[in-house]
């Protein structure tokens, strides 16, 4: 499968701060999602991306499509205690249908 | 919308016997769904692709005739661990991406299986 890695791989934050993840590979995708997931859960889809550039929001949440097509990111402004979970981005490739994951970022919001 | 269900949410089983995971889109039509594993505190691993009518695609590493797939329609999709062994106790998660214009997946909520 491919290699998705993800950064950074956990973070600890205080309530309202804003919070910076990304994405990357060595391969071209065609779309990035990007998911929570809580424990014992199946992940939950945020903010899906469709083209190179494109720049998308969801609340407090903001994903973008990096140019290169090689990366994402997603930032979260103003955190708040239930933003604690994994997020996950996912890639489909420009080759392919499947969908292939990264290796997650877990966020702890300190109150 | 775009609601996926999984059952069983959990199972436990004795080593030696098979179990069978079901998962439903409930509210639209999957003509592909995907099977992903998760070890605790780990990525999921794309298992296999599962085209309703078709053969499942496998990703490399996976044994098919140890992980039956078989999506008999465009609602329903199934996975079978045959012959399971503790080293297959594992988070199992099953998604679903609605027709061939979106490229979204939705998932299910997963089944923890625990072989003794």
């Known amino acids: 499968g491919q290699q998705l890695n993800q950064s950074p791989q956990s973070m600890f934050i205080q309530e309202g701060e804003d919070v910076s993840m990304n994405c990357t590979s060595s391969s071209i995708f065609n779309t990035w999602l990007w998911y929570k997931q809580d424990p014992g859960e199946g992940p939950v889809l945020l903010i899906a991306?469709?083209?190179?550039?494109e720049l998308t929001s969801n609340g407090r949440l903001t994903a973008q499509f990096g140019i290169t097509r090689k990366d994402s990111f997603l930032n979260i402004s103003a955190s708040i205690p239930s933003d604690v979970g994994i997020y996950f981005c996912?890639?489909?490739?420009?080759?392919?249908?499947?969908?292939?994951f990264g290796t997650g970022t877990s966020l702890t919001v300190i109150p | 919308g775009a609601v996926v269900s999984q059952h069983p949410s959990w199972v436990i089983c004795k080593s030696g016997t098979s179990v069978k995971i079901e998962c439903r889109s409930l509210d639209f039509q999957a003509t592909t769904m995907f099977w992903y594993r998760q070890f605790p505190k780990q990525s999921l691993m794309l298992m296999a692709t599962?085209?309703?009518?078709?053969?499942?695609?496998?990703e490399q590493g996976v044994e098919k005739d140890k992980f039956l797939i078989n999506h008999a329609s465009l609602t329903l999709s199934t996975l079978t661990v045959t012959s399971a062994h503790p080293e297959d106790s594992s988070f199992y998660i099953c998604?679903?991406?609605?027709?061939?214009?979106?490229?979204?997946?939705?998932f299910g909520s997963g089944t923890q299986l625990s072989v003794l």
């Open positions: 599962s085209n309703e009518g078709s053969k499942a695609t496998y």
């Open positions: 996912a890639g489909q490739l420009y080759t392919g249908n499947q969908f292939y």
């Open positions: 991306l469709y083209k190179a550039g």
């Open positions: 998604s679903a991406r609605p027709g061939l214009g979106s490229e979204k997946l939705f």
